[in-house]
T-cell receptor
Framework: GAGVSQSPSNKVTEKGKDVELRCDPI?????LYWYRQSLGQGLEFLIYFQGNSAPDKSGLPSDRFSAERTGGSVSTLTIQRTQQEDSAVYLCASRRGMNTEAFFGQGTRLTVV | GQSLEQPSEVTAVEGAIVQINCTYQ??????LSWYQQHDGGAPTFLSYNGLDGLEETGRFSSFLSRSDSYGYLLLQELQMKDSASYFC??????????????FGKGTKLSVIP
């Protein structure tokens, strides 16, 4: 089937607004990751989900960030009261198992104005 | 915690060979992966080492030494299209965070004529 799908591809929002970013992983992949990448920078880990286990939220930068994964498939990353420093590309990736490669979506470019 | 170190930039001549190093510190190390990312694109998987030694995939090879917590990516017969950022990533294998996939900050490779 299709690869990892993210929507929207681009989002411009006003400072202080809430945004939701969506990730549809590859079917059958149990692990799902969110990363943030600022211009020209590396991949900053935010959160990951593995099966029915509690998510690892250790990378979330503040309590304005939250994520959920419904039915072990689609995931939504929510940023509340967006700030200009939240502007970045948000990448989602999924993996089938621990000893497998990760597949990335094309990302959502978030711009907070 | 975990940390990965890799050079921020490397420049090499078309047709030459280039090596991108990566050192890491982590508990529960399972393996080292390499990803390529072109400007504006999604990271794509290149290579994985779970055991010490060299893995070869076409023009790309990757090496791992667990005892030295060190690995490298070797690109041969460089082509202009190889200009991209290259990320090493650690896979954890056991205990808490066993599905964690942590990336280095990336090495920007510029291939010049």
């Amino acid at each position: 089937g299709a690869g990892v799908s993210q929507s929207p591809s681009n989002k411009v929002t006003e400072k202080g607004k809430d945004v939701e970013l969506r990730c549809d992983p590859i079917s059958g992949h149990t692990a799902l990751y969110w990363y943030r990448q600022s211009l020209g920078q590396g991949l900053e880990f935010l959160i990951y989900f593995q099966g029915n286990s509690a998510p690892d939220k250790s990378g979330l930068p503040s309590d304005r960030f939250s994520a959920e994964r419904t039915g072990g498939s689609v995931s939504t990353l929510t940023i509340q009261r967006t700030q200009q420093e939240d502007s970045a590309v948000y990448l989602c990736a999924s993996r089938r198992g621990m000893n497998t490669e990760a597949f990335f979506g094309q990302g959502t470019r978030l711009t907070v104005v | 915690g975990q940390s990965l170190e890799q050079p921020s930039e490397v420049t090499a001549v078309e047709g030459a060979i280039v090596q991108i190093n990566c050192t890491y510190q982590t508990s529960g190390f399972y393996g080292l992966s390499w990803y390529q990312q072109h400007d504006g694109g999604a990271p794509t998987f290149l290579s994985y080492n779970g055991l010490d030694g060299l893995e070869e995939t076409g023009r790309f090879s990757s090496f791992l030494s667990r005892s030295d917590s060190y690995g490298y990516l070797l690109l041969q017969e460089l082509q202009m299209k190889d200009s991209a950022s290259y990320f090493c990533a650690v896979r954890k294998g056991s205990g808490a965070g066993s599905y964690q996939l942590t990336f280095g900050k990336g090495t920007k490779l510029s291939v010049i004529p």
